[in-house]
Each structure stands twice: as C-alpha cells, then as structure tokens.
C-alpha cells in the first residue's frame, strides 16, 4: 500500500492552518504586537484561536510520524493510532459537525482496515523466502 495517511493529514494540518490565518488574522496580529508571551489571559476568544492554530501543529506532528512509521513500517501502522484518530474525529464531528474534522476519516479507516505487523509476519512465514 502506498504511504499516503500521514502525507494526507499533514496536508490537512497545512489548510487548518492556512484557514487559521486568513480567518482569524486580526487575533494572531494582535498577538504579535502584544509580545506573546501571556497574551491570551482570559480572552476565551485568543484562546480559542490559540489552540486552533496549536491542533493545527499537533495535527501536523502526527501526519509528521505516521508518515515516517509508513517507511518504516510499510503496511503495519499500529491499530491503536486508528483508534486514536478515529476517536478524536467522531468527538469533533459530535461537537462541530460542519468542520475539518472529516478530512481526518480516510486515513483513520484505511489504518484500522490496514495490515498490522502481525498479519504481514505471518504472512512472511507461510511463504517460501519466509521459511
């Protein structure tokens, strides 16, 4: 299988954040001129723009990984990162239905469908190179 998953949800990461910064310009300007550091004090409005722009980093750190597991591990990314994705996608979709959160799906399935480590050893042993 090729390795697309963490390429497409790095990808994703890259239009969150590009939305981030054509939609919520004035705040992170804002941020800058006020210097930073403890800038988002209580503005529930800073800080939601904040951890927009930071899940937009922590998604890319994640396409990040994935893709290097893909190399490494052609086929057999662990189930549990399926579950992972998976889980935080029907929570987003629950709370925000019309968002980004469904461009993270394709990856999360084809991870949960896909060959784990086990399958391809076994698969290995039964042939004739494997023996």
Request: charged share 10%.
């Given at each position: 299988m090729k390795q697309w998953r963490g390429y497409w949800l790095?990808?994703?990461?890259?239009?969150?954040t590009a939305f981030a910064i054509a939609i919520f310009n004035e705040v992170l300007v804002s941020i800058v001129k006020r210097g930073v550091i403890n800038t988002v004090g209580t503005d529930p409005m800073t800080g939601?723009?904040?951890?927009?722009v930071l899940f937009g980093v922590m998604l890319f750190i994640c396409g990040l990984t994935?893709?290097?597991?893909?190399?490494?591990?052609?086929?057999a990314l662990p189930r549990s990162i399926g579950w992972s994705l998976l889980i935080l996608?029907?929570?987003?979709v629950t709370?925000?239905?019309?968002?980004g959160f469904w461009l993270a799906l394709p990856p999360a399935?084809?991870?949960?469908?896909?060959k784990t480590a086990t399958k391809i050893a076994l698969s290995q042993t039964n042939t004739p190179s494997g023996r």
């Open positions: 790095m990808v994703v990461s890259a239009v969150h939601a723009v904040v951890w927009f994935i893709s290097e597991l893909e190399k490494s591990l052609p086929g996608i029907l929570l987003g709370l925000m239905p019309a968002s399935i084809s991870i949960l469908i896909g």
